[in-house]
């Protein structure tokens, strides 16, 4: 499970480690997405041996680049090439209007790993004319020429046709009106759910995660699944990936870290699911390592039935100083556990191994490129979670680097209702926010049981219920006087500082993601309006939250803290059981009542005020760029990092460099 960044814009009190620094964070601003860089603090000072498995460790995640691109839509890898030559054979006025449409579209298109928005799931609507493309492709050399281009350009400019990679709409069928290319065009969601049904062992206590790596289609009238692996689907792809962990595996840090990186190229060769679970089991195991990485098919998100996993990868090695901060939370795991709200039949006996850390990432890629998670707990299986363990990480450079971006943007002053909540947020909110995010990873997720069978039976809701689930968990324990206790909060009122943010965020700003007239959909997005709309009506009667109204602007004013973490208390007992029990019902009344469903008219106060500060509602990240110095015999003897490269060059780059599958 993923974590994404929360109220992106919301300004905070950067601490950052080393003062006042001149990097620049800003690299590309357009359409609604503000592309930044992040520091990778302390590479320098990994040994040799470890600058060199993160150099083979980052290689292989750049390959599964192009994976990705297939997986999010059929077509986004022909349309990518399309674009590319267009955009490096232009040799006309940069300012014509046409053109700066153009670039914002392929801009977007990049950022979006395919022709559909990241979070929204929706298609660009391209703002250049279909005459000035086709212009331009006539221009293209014959050893340029693309074909097919007509389709591609009916598929660009026909704002139905595979209007919605991910759809989440309930009472449609999922897959045939999702864009995404997990599905065969012409299956069902009844044919695919009935599929997974006959091929699920009853009973069976350890399943593997069905239907994660394959895509699925139909050869003589039955569903059959095609693996993702080597010498099948994205074989291609995956050889470079497998070439460059096995170069890793020679510098490994130690013989259990050689283990899994085997077993991952095990897995990846053979496709075998059951591997893939061993794999995750020696990975949540290995706590001794400073480098770690995932590489793999990993979250579900993109599948509008949450079963197969987006490629992506992310390397990294972990900041000792912080990560004292998250092994206090997991040494205290079970007495979370216990102290919890909920009942006590859900709650776990024993919270195994709740590793946590924080991490310095040193690269981004495949579905947590740009737009990236701030935190991460794997693995998902719930089997492997309960009995092995899972670990739990924090991005810290990256929420740094979010930090330093949006110092000054105006947005305290403009939605938060009084000085002294501005005071509360420029000393705690950094702190309180981090905390949340590791109490939301390291215990969250961890915590609670679900019922034997009833592990899928939310569906579609799953993740947002889950989602839900591990930040109330979070909202809880914040104001917890423990945190006072275990040292990692000075002041007891210190939480105040998230909560004001969290129900400002869920009632009100998160909004500016959302277009005019649509409703909310994303997970994360959902279970924070659900969270905040729920504790908003429940504490009515006492007053707990207040919408005040003053000079036509709506304010968020929290009169009761204490009372609201109260109601936090109560939900995350109903949301567990929701989970525990597998109550769908309750989860779809819950999302439909106050997940989805937007207030036209704050909306359009939100839209309007936003517009008013030019902040961009998404960000997202160019990496650094790793290079090794060679010796005269071709042996590493140093890796350099460099955080010169822009945002068109580095896609570019990757394009060129890592084009692991040919275009169709
Ligand atoms: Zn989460």
Known sequence: MATMMMATSCSKTAQKADGNDDFNYNVD????????????????????????????????AQWGRDILWDQNYARNLDIRNMLEAVYTNYDGDKNDADYKAFETYIKQVWFGNGIHHHYSTDKFIPAFSREFIEGQLAKLPADKAVADSQTLLDIIFDPARDAKRVNQASGQDLIATSAC?????????????????????????????????????????????????????????IAHIVENLDSAANYAENDAQRQIIRSLIDYYTTGDLATFDRYSIEWAEDT???????????????????????????????????SERTETLSSNAQWFEDNSPVDAKFKKDKVKGVSAKVITAAILAGDAYPATPIGINLPNAN???????????????????YDAASQGSGFNEEFVIDQPTIDLLDKYLFITDNLHTDLHECLGHGSGKVMPGREDALKAHGSTIEEARADLFALYYLA??????????????????????????????????????????????????????????????????????????????????????????????EIQRIRSTGDYA?????????????????????????????????????????????????????????????YPEQMLRLSRDYNGLKAK
Do not use: C
């Not at 998100?301 to 079963?307: E, I, V």
């Not at 106060?605 to 005269?632: H, M, Q, S």
């Open 383 to 401: 089997w492997i979670r309960a009995q092995h363990g899972s670990k739990s990480v924090t991005l810290e450079n990256i929420t740094q680097a």
């Open 480 to 573: 917890d006087p423990k945190l006072v206790e275990l040292g990692l909060l000075d002041n007891p009122e210190a939480y105040k500082a998230e909560y004001y943010k969290y129900i400002l965020n869920g009632l009100m700003t998160q909004l500016m993601r959302i277009e005019p007239g649509k409703d909310v959909e994303e997970a994360h997005m959902r279970n924070r309006k659900i969270i905040a709309e729920w504790a908003f009506e429940h504490g009515k009667d006492n007053n707990v939250i207040e919408l005040v109204e003053r000079d036509g602007k709506t304010f968020v004013k929290i009169n009761d803290y204490e009372a609201l973490r109260g109601l936090f208390g109560e939900l995350l007992a």
């Open 181 to 237: 290319n997990f599905y065969e065009n012409g299956l069902t969601q009844a044919e695919v759910e009935a599929y997974y049904e006959s091929i699920k062992k009853p009973n069976d206590e350890t399943p593997i995660s069905y239907g994660l790596n394959t895509r699925l289609k139909k050869v003589d009238g039955k569903v059959v699944e095609e693996p993702y692996k080597l010498g099948g689907l994205y074989g291609d792809a």
């Open 29 to 60: 601003r357009f359409a609604d997405i503000e592309v930044l860089r992040y520091k990778v603090p302390d590479f320098e000072n990994l040994t040799l041996n470890q600058k060199i498995l993160v150099y083979y460790l980052t290689e292989a």
């Open 586 to 646: 309750a989860a779809e009344a819950m999302v439909e009542k106050y997940g989805v469903k937007v207030d036209p008219a704050l909306h359009k106060e939100v839209l309007e005020r936003y517009a008013t500060l030019d902040i961009a509602p998404y960000k997202g990240f160019v990496n650094p760029v790793y290079t090794p110095v060679r010796d005269k015999d071709g042996r590493i003897t140093d890796v350099t990092v460099s955080y010169t490269e822009g």
């Open 288 to 322: 001794a390592s400073q480098v770690d990485f995932i590489n793999g098919f990993i979250e579900s998100y993109g599948d509008p039935l949450g079963l197969t996993g987006s490629w992506e990868s992310i390397v990294n090695f972990k900041n000792n100083e912080a």
